[in-house]
């Protein structure tokens, strides 16, 4: 095997800032032999992508919010600069060799640079992906001809399942290699040869602050260390998911793809971010949305992600400031997901929830075909719950205490039957049938009022909970599912 190599070497990135071209001479400009203004192939065409005003989204902070569109590159994504750049430097290193096979855990991204690159050069792809990652992204990597391995998001980076762990086993086999963007110093160095010279340019160097999401870190490290150098008083803003360990302790999972981590990786130095901003599920998905329909920019929720830390960052800086955020890729892969309104629902993140009816409403909707509530009573028996779960076609109803019906209030439900309950219980003792209600009772639902807002409850059924006991004055009156709320809402 080669000795190291130096990753700082420029030439090793031709493709990634255009054969002997600096960008701070201005855009490339392919002529061929004849003249023509062509490109020799579409790897000569990543990076140089432009900035553009956000006008619209900015109009309530003062300074001036410029977006750099990365999903203009060939690939859709800031990751065809790194996946030629890896690819290009372990050739010259000599750890790549013709007919190989690229490994790459990657939330979809970088995998379709990798894919691009490999169409061109001839070498086989084998891509490792989370759960998370939405069908339209794992197509496209399909369609490239690159064959995708999809594993579960919610366990450790070193738990045999894992993408990381699965990605070490497939590179280990003969002829392969991992680039491995958490590790590969090709991937910040790119960003110091491309990107961050590209927005010294673009801005005339009037640059304050640069904003991106944070996920392998090569984005934030590579253009913080070049718009520093130029300029040590630019401020780097890193844009970060709840549930992410760069910007807080509490690491859990999150919905927002290709940002974020459970580790920290080589490629990311976090002395470079200045400031860190948490941003939500909702506020990511959301002010992607508005992007979209907004700015007429289409883009995904890292995208929001960062865009929410940008205007956030905005409204605490001078007027004359200058914030540029990096806007990683384009909506399209997630049409099924955040840009569906269906998903949208389904996972409590429906826009202004409050001005689409109250939690009364839904109930209205329903009609009269059920009792004013289904319910039971601590001594019937399990045997009695599933036929009344069965008669009116639900699945979990509030258990009342003995002798009380209509005139329920909260204090009189004891707690809840479950259809998934039951059939555990059943599953586990034959005699269980015969048994009462009470030694198979679930905590009771929970509760919302006639005249609360829909998004009062749309995030506790987004994340679990089976259905909500709905009461007016007191009194409970009926009970509604995620079902119940998604028939209402594909009404309005």
């Avoid at 990657?106 to 490792?128: D, E, H, P, Q």
């Avoid at 369609?143 to 990605?167: K, L």
């Avoid at 998903?343 to 409590?348: F, S």
Wanted: charged share 20%; glycine share 10%.
């Amino acid at each position: 095997m080669s000795a190291p190599l130096d990753v700082s070497d420029r030439s090793l990135y031709s493709r990634t800032v255009g054969i002997d071209h600096d960008p701070l001479a201005g855009p490339r400009r392919h002529v061929d032999e004849r003249g023509r203004e062509v490109a020799p192939d579409l790897l000569a065409l990543m990076g140089d992508t432009p900035l553009v005003r956000l006008d619209r989204l900015s109009k309530d902070v003062g300074p001036t919010l410029l977006a750099k569109l990365e999903m203009l590159n060939p690939g859709g994504s800031v990751k065809d600069r790194i996946g030629i750049a890896m690819i290009e430097a372990a050739e010259a290193a000599g750890v790549l060799h013709p007919g190989g096979t690229i490994v790459e855990p990657t939330s979809g991204n970088t995998g379709v640079g990798l894919a691009i690159a490999s169409a061109r050069k001839g070498y086989r792809c084998v891509f490792v992906v989370p759960d998370k990652v939405s069908t339209d992204k794992i197509s496209l990597m399909r369609a490239y001809g690159a064959e995708v391995v999809v594993c579960p998001t919610s366990v450790e980076p070193d738990d045999p399942r894992s993408y990381y762990s699965v990605s070490d086993r497939l590179a280990a086999q003969p002829n392969a290699f991992k680039p491995n963007q958490y590790f590969n110093q090709a991937n910040p160095q790119t960003h110091v040869f491309s990107t961050g010279p590209e927005l010294w340019r673009q801005t005339n160097g009037l640059i304050d602050a640069f904003v991106c999401g944070v996920g392998t870190g090569g984005t934030a490290t590579g253009v913080g260390r070049y718009l520093k150098d130029r300029n040590a008083s630019v401020q780097i803003v890193g844009a970060d998911p709840e549930g992410s360990l760069y910007s807080g302790d509490e690491v859990h999972t999150y919905l927002v793809e290709g940002i974020g981590e459970d580790f920290w990786p080589q490629t990311f130095d976090p002395a470079i971010v200045d400031h860190w901003y948490r941003v939500s599920d909702r506020d990511s998905f959301l002010t992607a949305r508005r992007c979209a329909r907004e700015e007429g920019i289409l883009v995904g929720g890292s995208c929001g992600t960062a865009l929410w830390a940008g205007l956030e960052y905005a409204r605490d800086q001078p007027e004359d400031a200058t914030i540029v955020v990096l806007l990683p890729d384009s909506g399209r892969g997630y049409l099924s997901k955040f840009y569906d309104e269906r998903w949208l629902a389904e996972h409590g993140f429906v826009e202004h929830a409050s001005g689409a009816g109250t939690v009364g409403d839904v109930l209205h909707a329903k009609g009269a075909e059920l009792p004013p509530l289904v319910h039971l009573h601590p001594g019937e028996q399990v045997s009695q719950a599933i036929s009344l779960l069965k008669e009116y076609g639900v699945s979990q109803m509030p258990v009342f205490r003995e002798g009380v019906h209509d005139d329920a209030t909260a204090d009189d439900i004891l707690g809840s039957v479950r259809e998934n309950a039951l059939l555990d219980a059943a599953l586990r003792d034959p005699e269980a049938m015969s048994k009462p209600v009470i030694e198979v009772m679930q905590p009771p639902l929970a509760t919302a009022a006639t005249d609360d807002a829909l998004d009062h409850v749309l995030a506790g059924l987004a994340t679990g909970a089976p259905a909500v006991v709905v009461h007016d004055a007191g009194r409970a009156v009926g009970v509604l599912t995620r079902a119940d709320l998604l028939t209402f809402l594909a009404t309005r």
